[in-house]
């Protein structure tokens, strides 16, 4: 059970390296001064981007309730 809690911290560790990198994807446009389109636009992938990030995190936690659960 301990490789579980340990695969499923390094899941949880990309989760959010992918939420940081959205943060700072849509934190740069702003900056940029983008028109409103194309704001919108850089906003719009990086949800679904968000999203993914964001699932892959509560999956990893998941594995390391479960591993300390059956350990």
């Known amino acids: ?3 579980l ?9 990309a989760g959010l ?3 940081i990198w959205c943060i700072l994807r849509v934190a740069k446009a702003r900056k940029a001064g983008l028109d409103d389109e194309a704001l919108r ?3 719009r992938t990086t949800v679904t ?5 964001l699932f892959l995190s509560v999956i990893g936690l998941m594995m390391v309730i ?3 659960f059956l350990a």
């Open 17 to 19: 390296g992918g939420l």
């Open 49 to 53: 981007l968000n999203m993914a990030a």
């Open 66 to 68: 479960l591993g300390v």
């Open 1 to 3: 059970m301990q490789l």
């Open 5 to 13: 809690i340990w695969i499923g911290a390094v899941i949880t560790v």
């Open 41 to 43: 636009e850089v906003v």
